[in-house]
């Protein structure tokens, strides 16, 4: 039988795929109940999995369905600890969305490849300039696992359970209340 612990290790390898292969992204959007059961993650009876591609630019904050207070006290603790140690909790052109997760769906954020660069960054490479650039890095791996979201804050000091090293990306995946990564 399949072990719920090891959800968090199966989504960072179904994502690390997911940048590989064209095809088992599309797939993975469009079924994403079948490919995680093929990757041994352990899907809810009765729930819905929804992927929300996550462009760079943009974290999402997956906010559970049970214990939404404690998570989002727990956001609140990491936000006010991040504004004490300086006055920008979110990097300039970051985008913050959040999302509850239902009774009956789960929300799946697949991130963008950290070998994706945005415009700023192309710029940079192409030479087109002195562009300024927050740099931050992008190899984070956001989903909701036991109906706690996962959500690393800059300053939010949470423990990593796994670490994950598949395709080349290394994906630290967190279990407990909430992650938000900037």
């Known amino acids: 039988m399949a072990d719920k612990k090891q959800n968090p290790l199966k989504y960072g390898e ?23 059961s093929e990757a041994g993650f352990v899907v809810e009876e009765g729930v819905t999995y929804k992927v929300i591609e996550q462009p760079k630019l943009v974290k999402y904050l997956v906010i559970p369905h049970e214990n939404a207070k404690d998570a989002m006290q727990a956001l609140a603790k990491g936000l006010l600890n991040q504004a004490e140690k300086k006055d920008v909790i979110i990097p300039e052109g970051v985008e913050v969305r959040i999302i509850q997760n239902t009774e009956d769906t789960r929300y799946m954020i697949l991130p963008a490849s950290p070998k994706t660069l945005t415009a700023a960054e192309l710029k940079m490479v192409a030479g087109g300039g002195s562009v300024a650039v927050d740099t931050f890095e992008v190899a984070e791996t956001m ?21 994950s090293t598949t395709a080349g990306a290394e994906i630290d995946v967190v279990a407990v209340g909430i992650l938000f990564l900037i």
């Not at 959500?151 to 990593?160: D, H, K, P, S, W």
């Open 143 to 163: 989903t909701t696992v036991e109906s706690h979201a996962e959500i690393v804050v800059g300053a939010v000091e949470l423990q990593t359970l796994v670490t």
């Open 14 to 36: 179904v994502v690390a795929k997911c940048w590989e292969d064209e095809a088992y992204k599309k797939r993975f959007i469009e079924d994403p109940e079948s490919v995680l």
